[in-house]
């Protein structure tokens, strides 16, 4: 039987718990940042209304302003995160035990044993969720639901804000495939230039790599990506105790230089 799994991303996180004491600036262009008197400070989170001037997290302010020069700046209070994080996963909690969060604002939970309790329809759980966190809270998330991790994530970052995307066994090619390989769980810059440089642009293209060829250009991350791409992935959603530390595929990772060839597609 197929597992049923939800990830959940808050929206635009520490800009939206800032604005919870800052209503009347909710349709104005907010970012939360570090200390603007420094040059190179940087953008830490952004609004949707600085999204759409095309302001960036990690960006520095200076290039911000330059964008969007009526960009207002609220500084961050890491406690107030943390304190909103908790609450949320409390609520994901009240749904299944396992819930195993990723960063402060991400979570994955498996609902596979509890969602009859809730009705049985995962995208009526999820589209409740993003109600409950909306109504109680004041956030709004974005969630996933698919048969594995790696798509149900795939599914919140599709559509935002405040959205549910269901990657089904039936519709999951058409959605997963044409995306930019970027997109895939741990495919950094690094990988994501190196794979590029093979013709490689899309989760297809990638899906469509002959296993043996990834593993030889990329070691056993290969493997896991060939998988990934191809709807494998068998990682369980583990209870918070027993989650391991965010591990980062990208500019630390060291691939062979050698392999001048293009990957050969099955």
């Known amino acids: 039987m197929d597992r049923t799994i939800l990830h959940c991303d808050c929206n635009c996180f520490y800009a939206s718990c800032e604005l919870l004491s ?3 600036l909710r349709q104005l262009p907010v970012a939360v940042c570090g200390d603007p008197t420094e040059r190179h400070g940087i953008i830490l989170a952004k609004n949707e209304p600085a999204k759409r001037c095309g302001v960036k997290t990690a960006e520095t302010i200076w290039k911000a302003k330059q964008k969007c020069p ?10 107030l995160y943390a304190e909103y994080s908790k609450k ?7 749904y299944t035990d396992l819930v ?8 994955w939970l498996d609902i596979t ?3 009859h309790l809730f009705g049985g329809d995962p995208k009526a759980i999820a589209d409740a969720l993003r109600r409950r966190l909306r109504q109680e809270l004041g956030l ?9 991790k790696v798509f149900a994530k795939l599914g919140s970052d599709y559509k935002k804000p405040d959205a549910t995307t269901v990657i089904s066994r039936e519709n999951w090619q058409d959605i997963v495939w044409p995306l930019p390989v970027g997109d895939l769980l741990y495919v950094g810059g690094a ?3 190196l794979l590029g440089q093979y013709g490689v642009k899309t989760i297809g293209q990638l899906a469509a790599c002959k296993k043996e060829t990834l593993e030889t250009l990329m070691g056993k991350m ?7 791409a191809n709807g494998l992935d068998s990682a369980p959603v583990r209870a918070r105790l027993d989650a391991e530390p965010v591990k980062s595929v990208g500019n630390g990772t060291t691939f062979p230089q050698n392999l001048t060839t293009r990957i050969q597609v099955r």
Request: hydrophobic fraction near 30%; aromatic fraction near 10%; charge should be negative.
């Open 22 to 24: 800052h209503p009347d």
């Open 70 to 79: 009526g960009l207002i700046l609220l500084p961050p209070h890491h406690r």
């Open 88 to 94: 949320i996963n409390a609520v994901y909690g009240e």
């Open 100 to 107: 195993e969060p990723f960063g402060i604002d991400e979570s």
């Open 113 to 115: 044993g509890s969602m």
């Open 140 to 148: 709004t998330i974005s969630v996933g639901v698919s048969f594995n």
């Open 191 to 193: 990988a994501q230039k």
């Open 222 to 228: 290969g493997t896991q990506l060939y998988e990934y």
